[in-house]
């Protein structure tokens, strides 16, 4: 679904992203993680053209990504920021609509897709008159999320969605997001540095390194053969607060 | 549809700019300097030639000598008087002059023609209160050589005329220091007050008599003769051929007193220089020309029309020129720096020499003034348009980009929408700025509220300035509360609630 080959990246003279290669397969949650400033945010740019790499090439649906197809492909996948991304000066719905609008889809499918939407994420379609300045974080991320999804695409990025969100409306968007992915059969890229979200999100992990990929794999083999002492390091390193708990009790 | 209406005004205005200078080329134009005795005569020529049945229009109280000068040469009018010193040294500066022949000879270099003297000379003299004359002796103009301290308030043309005060000084080896330019009728209030000592007069000043100045004598001959003649353009000629007898009949008919009288009559008693002019056309030639005479609600109408014109026209073709240089400028940060600094620069020149810049090439009237004013409204525009698009938040514009959005939609549906805050602040402060600097309109013939401002400070007429001053106030006031009010009701509310929970 997704492939990149070969890609390198830099920002004034300082490569983030070296050489890397990684293939997405259609269907799967992948998650991109590592540590702050691993080059995973940086590799999502680079698969939707928000950023253009020095080397290598990136193709979506068997297309190589170029200058002169990017807006179509663009239209043809869902993105969501860490804070939503939604335009202030737009209701809810205004923000939902905008792309539908603007390729002129029919407005009955419209109003059914929304609806088809407020039911996926359980929001209510009076909320959605309202102006995201109105909304609070966790409602956000759901516009975001619904606004990504309105033209149904087949792939869709996430960049640390749950990242602005307070832990317990964290923990229920996770799971909400859980069913949604799998209700939905899409192909999911996500980013996050929450190893606790990985594991239960993805189906794929890849681990990155001051920009290189570590590790692309399952959580059990990521665990039970780790490419590299760094993998076993940044897993452990999240689990060990509880681990210590689990101990003291014992 | 919103964008046709606004073409569609814009297009209606510039030929409302086009007829009004059609109607004014048909006509012979007479223009006059902006003080009292310049305008009595310019409207006695065109009363003359009125009742004469000939099309003539008084563009008055236009500017300076250089001003009047330069329009006349440009054909931007046919007719306006002068006074012979004045054209010997300041118009035909360096020319070896002798007579009124190597006058006439000179300006034929120009297309420009003189008629005889119209009878009374109008030299600068400097003038004391009697008080300061008492105390100090002073008689002569060489007197003043022992009282360096005095302090001197000179016309600004005085200041710096061929035959003004650098000459003046050396010749009579003046020292004083203390020597200011200010308007020529504010000179006469500073004097009464005591804030300068010695101004300079025209021999024919009502307030000479009624302030009862003491003149000081030119014992060393420095001043020449200005007496007053008509200049002409020679062209005007083979246009109407008429004139030339009518302007003819005005040799010699004016004497010292009665141009005294006549100044006195509209400055101290308050008659208007249409009146004035018509009562003494009506005693030497038994003629009796139509005058306006115009109510105040009548000059407010007028003035603010021209005002409204003025400000609508510029403005609006600021915000079309200005708005997209923004946009340019954003896309490219070297771009957006050379536009901003020549705006920037622009806006630093002096607004009545920017004015007078637009003469050679526009003329004098609306034209010169709207482009003046279009060329101020554009800084505080394109900044903001500039700075309201390269601040928006960087989530917003790549989820704009991450959409699929082509650039163009991108800047229609979510940039400049989220930048509008930003830009109507900057067409609201270009607009408020416009309705005040538009007052200078007056000063090269483009009416507006100016011109109630100018006559005022001229004949000292308070309630003549304030008929200028407090419009234009209340005209920046209903900018400011429209703008306030298209906020509300254009903004997006998702825009105004963020303003708030910031502000």
């Given amino acids: 679904m997704i492939q990149l080959r070969d890609i390198s990246k830099s920002f004034n003279g300082n490569e983030v992203v070296h050489n890397l290669s990684l293939e997405i397969p259609q269907g799967k949650t992948v998650v991109l993680i590592g540590p702050s400033g691993c080059g995973k945010s940086t590799l999502l740019r680079l698969m939707i053209g928000l950023l253009w790499p020095e080397k290598g090439s990136i193709s979506l649906f068997q297309k190589e990504l170029s200058k002169s197809n990017v807006e179509n492909l663009r239209q043809q996948v869902g993105f969501v920021l860490q804070d939503g991304g939604l335009f202030p000066h737009m209701t809810a719905v205004q923000n939902m609509r905008l792309m539908a609008d603007y390729l002129q889809h029919d407005p009955k499918k419209i109003e059914d897709r929304i609806a088809e939407l407020c039911e996926l994420t359980h929001i209510s379609s009076d909320l959605l008159k309202h102006y995201p300045g109105e909304l609070s974080g966790g409602q956000v991320q759901r516009v975001a999320l619904m606004r990504a999804l309105m033209l149904d695409p087949q792939i869709l990025f996430l960049d640390e969605p749950l990242g602005a969100l307070d832990p317990l409306n964290r923990v229920s968007l996770q799971e909400e997001m859980k069913t949604i992915f799998s209700r939905l059969g899409k192909t999911v890229v996500l980013v996050t540095h929450d190893m606790g979200e990985a594991a239960s999100l993805a189906d794929l992990i890849v681990i990155m390194k001051d920009g290189y990929l570590l590790q692309y794999d399952t959580l059990s083999n990521l665990s039970a053969q780790p490419a590299d002492p760094f993998v076993t390091e940044f897993i452990n390193a999240q689990r060990k607060p509880w681990q210590q708990l689990e101990d003291q009790i014992k | ?503």
Wanted: proline share 4%; net charge negative.
């Fill in chain 2, 1 to 503: 549809m919103r964008n046709l209406t606004l073409y569609a005004c814009l297009v209606l205005c510039f030929l409302l700019v086009d007829s009004a200078q059609a109607e004014s080329a048909s006509a012979i134009r007479i223009g006059s300097k902006k003080f009292t005795e310049s305008v009595i005569l310019s409207e006695m020529i065109t009363q003359h030639l009125q009742s004469n049945n000939i099309s003539a229009t008084h563009k008055d109280q236009l500017g300076g000598t250089r001003l009047l000068w330069k329009a006349l040469v440009q054909g931007e009018l046919d007719i306006y008087p002068d006074y012979t010193g004045t054209i010997i040294y300041e118009i035909l500066q360096g020319d070896a002059i002798s007579s009124d022949a190597d006058i006439k000879t000179a300006l034929a270099r120009y297309g420009v023609s003189m008629t005889d003297p119209l009878g009374f000379n109008n030299t600068y003299a400097l003038g004391v209160t009697p008080s300061t004359a008492r105390r100090l002796s002073l008689e002569k103009i060489s007197d003043l050589r022992q009282y360096p301290e005095l302090r001197f308030g000179f016309t600004n043309e005085f200041m710096d005329r061929e035959d003004g005060w650098p000459s003046l000084r050396g010749h009579y080896q003046l020292p004083q220091t203390a020597v200011r330019g200010l308007d020529h009728d504010l000179a006469y209030k500073g004097l009464e007050a005591g804030s300068i000592d010695l101004i300079d007069l025209y021999s024919t000043d009502a307030e000479i008599a009624y302030y009862q100045l003491s003149v000081l004598e030119d014992d060393a001959n420095y001043f020449p003769d200005y007496r007053a003649v008509i200049l002409y353009r020679t062209d005007l000629l083979d246009r109407v051929p008429e004139v030339q007898t009518y302007l003819t009949q005005l040799d010699g008919i004016i004497s010292e007193t009665e141009m005294i009288k006549m100044n006195s009559d509209v400055k101290l008693d308050g008659y208007s220089e249409a009146e004035v002019a018509q009562s003494f056309l009506k005693v030497k030639f038994n003629t009796l020309s139509e005058i306006k005479v115009s109510t105040r609600l009548d000059r407010l109408i007028t003035t603010t029309s021209e005002h409204l014109f003025l400000v609508c026209l510029s403005l609006g073709a600021a915000i079309l020129v200005a708005i997209p240089l923004g946009i340019w400028g954003a896309r490219n940060s070297t771009t957006g720096q050379v536009i901003l600094s020549v705006v920037g620069i622009i806006q630093t020149i002096p607004s009545l020499a920017l004015l007078v810049f637009m003469i050679p090439l526009l003329g004098i009237g609306g034209p010169p003034a709207l482009v003046a004013l279009f060329l101020y409204s554009l800084l505080p525009i394109v900044r903001n348009t500039l700075s309201g698009l390269t601040g928006l938040p960087v989530d917003v514009q790549e989820s704009a980009r991450a959409l699929g959005l082509p650039p163009a939609a991108q800047l229609r549906l979510i940039e400049l929408p989220l930048a509008a805050p930003s830009i109507l602040a900057g067409i609201k402060t270009s607009a408020v700025i416009n309705v005040g600097t538009a007052t200078l309109g007056a000063l090269i013939g483009a009416g507006g509220y100016g011109q109630p401002i100018l006559t005022g400070i001229r004949l000292d007429d308070t309630s003549l300035i304030l008929e200028g001053a407090i419009p234009a106030a209340v005209l920046a006031l209903l900018v400011q509360w429209s703008f306030d009010f298209a906020e509300r009701t254009l903004l997006s509310p998702g825009l105004q609630r963020k303003q708030e929970s910031t502000s």
